[in-house]
């Protein structure tokens, strides 16, 4: 048999709740009228102790106010003292007295007060801004609003809002018993919800009170509505309101909902964008026109019309107009400049001040960042990755730095931040990628404090390893050819990789990941992780860190940290902190920067691998720079610096996928650094690393690289730290044939 709808408040897992709905609503409302009557029972509570009544019990003494002591005769049966209505009055007073010291307790004890609308301090928007003052982005605590006056808006506007909302907004006085009472039948006999709030409740609700669905709340939220509408007048509630409400996302009142929706201010509505804006009120993402089903939000503002028209605040003709009209939407756009810098700083900011301040502090942040530099570099990356797509790369990245300060002046993260399919809003200059060859300097320079020098001699030729519990590991160089002996310098300078790991194994794997964490790499946690091939990009980094380390090359061994904010101000403009430079930290002595330096910008140390007119070499500049491609083909570097100028590239895919085997450092990342360091080079003035005074210049024999002597053929000058230079000349014995080498292609 069907089974009436009625039974529904007697069923189910939430019936104690709907019993207690159920009773309770109608309860409150008698409980009110008691109260507003309870002067009128106070003579008859007097009268009632005043009586004197005579009550037929075996000798027994009783006292009541105002009553003679009396002895009483027993009388069988006993006549009832009360009638059965009178007690009935007697226990429903008590039970309304109980159930209003309740209500005083658990109610009123907490309940906020209706003046918070003109006292609350409205959160504050936190903003950020690049070096120039240009604005980046604003950080709200969810909010992002912009008050307007009612006097401003279109009468429409107000009466769309009234007629979808509360179209008896005034004819109550904050609460609405024929809206509560058919939100209560729907809910305990139809298992509808609906809203059973009025405009007033709803400021209430949103404004005063928590969003929790308990009899409690709506308590509260009915009480402090009439208190609001004695306080406030119709037009002030209405103007609060309509600044009050969401909208979706972070958009709350009416003036940023016309900007986002028609980039118009809210004073300009036409009658179906108010309509539609209406229509959003109950439930923004549902009946968003941007959302999963765009046609909803025309059904609800079809419905908002219609409302009008019965409520007689249009014509046919207006309605049906409006009907009609086509709406044109502003094209969505996300307000933020340097998105991966924004959010890296964001980060920064929310862990030194806390998220709350963040976001309702109004603080005024000013960054390091170019966003003039930021945004040609974004778009020189951009342009570049798609001319690499037949060498299945796909996203590319970009840091530039002032080494002398730490200062971040441009960060590009991807290609494309808001490209879902590559998922552009990854940082990839936060990202753990393998360096390949451009870790080579930190080996390398414990090589230079360890008795090497730029001169020195190193065997490229095969070897293989064999360490206890692993397999025979045998270095190959990237043009799988051996060079026979060949100067530090050449070898670092065209990236041989057979010198690089025998030079490793003299000094420890050890010695390298402590120079590392030196340097700025962050990442080289676990020891035991690493080998040989450490040496050649073994062991993840993140750009952010290549920058620091090359920033300690760049800045005469001195590490100086990455610095991406240089002032912070608090709503009061009190400065919170200042920063000129980030922390500076003395790694490497000024020579072996130098060296390392002077090889990296030495166009003829990297011909035999590159060319003598690859994208590494820039006339006229002096530019250090170092490529890196890893073995799997998975990731590419280019780094490179002037004294006040550094420049990291990478490129590669997100998803770790290997490029093509034609892909190198001249081809894939090299362009883009070329691009970036030209731009900035252009309007630069012409800078030169400064040779320290531990550095000399010494002329050695260019075949045996000792001092020259008689049989010498050839003469070049080479720069040593002092007292590293050959002691010893060359003699005849040591000139013998050299084969003749096939030329060798690019080499990383």
Same mark, same amino acid.
């Given at each position: 048999?069907?089974?009436?709808?009625?039974?529904?408040?007697?069923?189910?897992?939430?019936?104690?709740?709907?019993? %207690?709905?159920?009773?309770?609503?109608?309860?409150?409302?008698?409980?009110?009228?008691?109260?507003?009557?309870?002067?009128?029972?106070?003579? !008859?509570?007097?009268?009632?102790?005043?009586?004197?009544?005579?009550?037929?019990?075996?000798?027994?003494?009783?006292?009541?106010?105002?009553?003679? !002591?009396?002895?009483?005769?027993?009388?069988?049966?006993? /006549?009832?003292?009360? &009638?059965?209505?009178?007690?009935?009055?007697?226990?429903?007073?008590?039970?309304?007295?109980?159930?209003?010291? =309740?209500?005083?307790?658990?109610?009123?004890?907490?309940?906020?007060?209706?003046?918070?609308?003109?006292?609350?301090?409205?959160?504050?928007?936190?903003?950020?801004?690049?070096?120039?003052?240009?604005?980046?982005?604003?950080? =709200?605590?969810?909010?992002?609003?912009?008050?307007?006056?009612? &006097?401003?808006?279109?009468?429409?506007?107000?009466?769309?809002?009234?007629?979808?909302?509360? /179209? @008896?907004?005034?004819?109550?006085?904050?609460?609405?018993?024929?809206?509560?009472?058919?939100?209560?039948?729907?809910?305990?006999?139809?298992?509808?919800?609906?809203?059973?709030?009025?405009?007033?409740?709803?400021? $209430?609700?949103?404004?005063?009170?928590?969003?929790?669905?308990?009899?409690?709340?709506?308590?509260?939220?009915?009480?402090?509505?009439?208190?609001?509408?004695?306080?406030?007048?119709?037009?002030?509630?209405?103007?609060? =309101?309509?600044?009050? $409400?969401?909208?979706?996302?972070?958009? =709350?009142?009416?003036?940023?909902?016309?900007?986002?929706?028609?980039? +118009?201010?809210?004073?300009?509505?036409?009658?179906?964008?108010?309509?539609?804006?209406?229509?959003?009120?109950?439930?923004?993402?549902?009946?968003?026109?941007?959302?999963?089903?765009?046609?909803?939000?025309?059904?609800?503002?079809?419905?908002?019309?219609?409302?009008?028209? @019965?409520?007689?605040?249009?014509?046919?003709?207006?309605?049906?107009?409006?009907?009609?009209?086509?709406?044109?939407?502003?094209?969505?756009?996300?307000?933020?400049?340097?998105?991966? %810098?924004?959010?890296?700083?964001?980060?920064?900011?929310?862990?030194?001040?806390?998220?709350?301040?963040? @976001?309702?502090?109004?603080?005024?942040?000013?960054?390091?960042?170019?966003?003039?530099?930021?945004?040609?570099?974004?778009?020189?990356?951009?342009?570049?990755?798609? *001319?690499?797509?037949?060498?299945?790369?796909?996203?590319?990245?970009?840091?530039?730095?002032?080494?002398?300060?730490?200062?971040?002046?441009?960060?590009?993260?991807? *290609?494309?931040?808001?490209?879902?399919?590559?998922?552009?809003?990854?940082?990839?200059?936060?990202?753990?990628?393998?360096?390949?060859?451009?870790?080579?300097?930190?080996?390398? &320079?414990?090589?230079?404090?360890?008795?090497?020098?730029?001169?020195?001699?190193?065997?490229?030729?095969?070897?293989?390893?064999?360490?206890?519990?692993?397999?025979?590991?045998?270095? /190959?160089?990237?043009?799988?050819?051996?060079?026979?002996?060949?100067?530090?310098?050449?070898?670092?300078?065209?990236?041989?990789?057979?010198?690089?790991?025998?030079?490793?194994?003299?000094?420890?794997?050890?010695?390298?990941?402590?120079?590392?964490?030196?340097?700025?790499?962050?990442?080289?946690?676990?020891?035991?992780?690493?080998?040989?091939?450490?040496?050649?990009?073994?062991? @993840?980094?993140?750009?952010?860190?290549?920058? #620091? $380390?090359?920033?300690?090359?760049?800045?005469?061994?001195?590490?100086?940290?990455?610095?991406?904010?240089?002032?912070?101000?608090?709503?009061?403009? /009190?400065?919170?902190?200042?920063?000129? &430079?980030?922390?500076?930290?003395?790694?490497?002595?000024?020579?072996?920067?130098?060296?390392?330096?002077?090889?990296?910008?030495?166009?003829?140390?990297?011909?035999?691998?590159?060319?003598?007119?690859?994208?590494?070499?820039?006339?006229?500049?002096?530019?250090?720079?170092?490529?890196?491609?890893?073995?799997?083909?998975?990731?590419?570097?280019?780094?490179?610096?002037?004294?006040?100028?550094?420049?990291?590239?990478?490129?590669?895919?997100?998803?770790?996928?290997?490029?093509?085997? #034609?892909?190198?450092?001249?081809?894939?990342?090299?362009?883009?650094?070329?691009?970036?360091?030209?731009?900035?080079?252009?309007?630069?003035? #012409?800078?030169?690393?400064?040779?320290?005074?531990?550095?000399?210049?010494?002329?050695?024999?260019?075949?045996?690289?000792?001092?020259?002597?008689?049989?010498?053929?050839?003469?070049? *000058?080479?720069?040593?730290?002092?007292?590293?230079?050959?002691? +010893?000349?060359?003699?005849?014995?040591?000139?013998?044939?050299?084969?003749?080498?096939?030329?060798?292609?690019?080499?990383?």
């Amino acid at each position: 048999m069907k089974k009436r709808t009625g039974q529904k408040i007697f069923s189910g897992k939430n019936f104690p709740q709907k019993l %207690f709905i159920f009773i309770g609503k109608p309860f409150f409302l008698i409980l009110l009228f008691l109260a507003s009557k309870i002067e009128k029972l106070f003579p !008859l509570f007097q009268k009632l102790f005043s009586l004197k009544i005579k009550i037929t019990l075996p000798t027994l003494k009783i006292s009541l106010p105002k009553a003679r !002591l009396r002895r009483i005769k027993i009388l069988y049966p006993p /006549k009832p003292p009360f &009638s059965p209505s009178f007690l009935a009055f007697i226990l429903g007073t008590l039970l309304a007295f109980a159930t209003l010291y =309740y209500f005083v307790f658990t109610i009123f004890q907490d309940l906020p007060s209706p003046l918070k609308f003109s006292q609350q301090t409205p959160s504050l928007t936190t903003k950020i801004y690049d070096r120039q003052g240009k604005l980046l982005y604003k950080i =709200y605590k969810e909010q992002n609003r912009t008050p307007i006056k009612l &006097s401003e808006l279109p009468d429409f506007v107000i009466k769309a809002v009234i007629s979808i909302e509360d /179209k @008896e907004f005034y004819r109550h006085r904050g609460i609405s018993l024929k809206g509560i009472f058919r939100a209560a039948y729907l809910y305990l006999f139809q298992g509808k919800t609906t809203g059973g709030s009025t405009i007033t409740q709803q400021l $209430v609700k949103n404004s005063l009170l928590n969003s929790e669905k308990t009899l409690r709340r709506k308590i509260k939220e009915a009480i402090l509505a009439l208190l609001v509408e004695k306080k406030y007048t119709k037009e002030e509630i209405l103007e609060m =309101y309509l600044n009050q $409400v969401g909208f979706g996302g972070a958009t =709350y009142g009416i003036e940023e909902a016309s900007q986002k929706f028609f980039a +118009k201010p809210a004073s300009q509505l036409t009658l179906p964008q108010a309509a539609l804006l209406a229509g959003l009120i109950a439930s923004p993402t549902r009946f968003s026109p941007f959302g999963a089903h765009p046609e909803l939000a025309k059904e609800r503002q079809k419905l908002v019309l219609q409302k009008m028209l @019965e409520n007689n605040y249009l014509t046919k003709d207006q309605y049906q107009q409006a009907l009609t009209e086509k709406i044109e939407f502003a094209p969505q756009r996300i307000d933020i400049k340097a998105p991966h %810098f924004v959010m890296y700083v964001k980060d920064l900011l929310a862990q030194k001040y806390g998220e709350k301040l963040l @976001e309702t502090g109004g603080l005024e942040i000013t960054t390091s960042l170019d966003l003039d530099l930021q945004e040609t570099a974004q778009k020189i990356v951009a342009e570049e990755i798609k *001319k690499l797509g037949n060498l299945h790369i796909t996203n590319g990245a970009a840091l530039i730095t002032n080494p002398k300060t730490g200062e971040i002046l441009a960060m590009v993260g991807s *290609k494309d931040y808001f490209a879902q399919d590559l998922d552009g809003n990854v940082n990839v200059t936060l990202s753990l990628r393998q360096p390949g060859s451009s870790i080579k300097p930190v080996n390398y &320079s414990l090589a230079l404090e360890n008795g090497f020098t730029p001169a020195t001699l190193l065997d490229d030729s095969p070897i293989t390893y064999h360490i206890p519990g692993q397999l025979p590991y045998s270095p /190959k160089n990237y043009d799988n050819r051996y060079h026979g002996l060949v100067p530090l310098r050449v070898a670092l300078g065209s990236s041989y990789n057979i010198p690089a790991v025998k030079v490793l194994a003299s000094l420890g794997v050890d010695k390298m990941i402590e120079r590392g964490r030196e340097m700025g790499i962050t990442t080289w946690d676990n020891p035991s992780r690493f080998g040989l091939s450490l040496t050649l990009g073994g062991g @993840e980094v993140k750009m952010i860190d290549m920058a #620091v $380390v090359y920033g300690v090359l760049a800045n005469n061994g001195v590490r100086v940290d990455l610095n991406p904010i240089l002032e912070v101000k608090d709503s009061q403009g /009190k400065i919170l902190e200042k920063n000129s &430079s980030g922390t500076q930290t003395p790694v490497l002595s000024p020579g072996v920067a130098y060296l390392l330096t002077h090889i990296l910008a030495d166009n003829s140390a990297r011909t035999p691998a590159f060319g003598p007119s690859s994208q590494l070499y820039i006339p006229n500049r002096q530019v250090a720079v170092k490529t890196g491609t890893t073995q799997n083909l998975r990731d590419n570097w280019t780094i490179g610096y002037t004294p006040s100028r550094l420049v990291a590239v990478w490129v590669g895919n997100n998803d770790g996928s290997p490029m093509s085997w #034609v892909a190198s450092g001249v081809t894939g990342a090299s362009p883009i650094w070329r691009k970036i360091m030209d731009k900035i080079l252009e309007n630069s003035p #012409v800078e030169t690393f400064t040779k320290p005074e531990e550095v000399i210049e010494v002329e050695i024999c260019a075949t045996t690289n000792t001092l020259p002597c008689s049989s010498c053929p050839a003469i070049k *000058k080479e720069l040593f730290l002092i007292n590293t230079q050959p002691q +010893k000349p060359c003699s005849s014995e040591m000139f013998h044939p050299v084969p003749e080498k096939s030329p060798s292609p690019q080499i990383l």
